[in-house]
Every structure is written in C-alpha cells, then in structure tokens.
C-alpha cells in the first residue's frame, strides 16, 4: 500500500524543474503532460521514499517509471534512467538545463 504520509512536502519547484526538463528534453508537443509525485511507501521491501515519473500524451498509452530516492535527491542520470524506461533516447546534453540548475 502506497501512503504519502510523509512529515516534509516535497519541493515544489524542484518537481516543477525535473518536469520542464523532461518536457524539454523529450521535445514533447503542448499537449503532453510529465507528472512528478514522491509517495511513501509502508509495505514490506519497499524503499521509504520513491519519486514516481508519469507520462501523458493523446492517443498513446500512459507511461511510468519509479525511482527509489526523495525528488531532492534526483540526479541528472535518474532522469535519463526515466528517459530510457520510456523508450526515448536522450543525450546528456539535453538535460543540461536541470545539471546547472542543481
């Protein structure tokens, strides 16, 4: 059972950054949506804290992928690790954006 029962809110403007990255990087059309959440995790062999990346796009089948570390924690290579999950190939240099910010 997920539960975002977690005491710290995650950081909104980091997720808002991870988010335009992606976007970006993917050069995906206006009417994709990236999502970004950080949930608790409760059950047995889970990790405490997972960031759940979704993808949204008209007339194709939703995409997600998991990685098991707070939002704060999220590295350049977690999200080509999100880009290659999602069958995009993405060099490093387009996630450029989110490596200055950081």
């Given amino acids: 059972m997920l ?17 335009a990255t992606l976007h970006t990087a993917l050069e995906l059309s206006d009417d994709a949506m990236v999502t970004v959440a950080e949930l ?11 960031t759940v990346f979704g993808l949204l796009r ?17 590295v350049v290579e977690d999200l080509m690790e999100v880009c290659a999950a999602w069958g995009f190939e993405v060099q490093m240099s387009a996630l450029d954006a989110f490596t200055q910010e950081n």
């Fill in 3 to 19: 539960i975002n029962t977690s005491p710290r809110r995650p950081n909104r403007e980091r997720i808002r950054r991870i988010k």
């Fill in 40 to 50: 608790t995790c409760l059950e047995e062999d889970c990790a405490p804290v997972e």
């Fill in 58 to 74: 008209p007339n194709a089948p939703q995409l997600q992928h998991k990685v098991h570390k707070a939002t704060d924690a999220v």
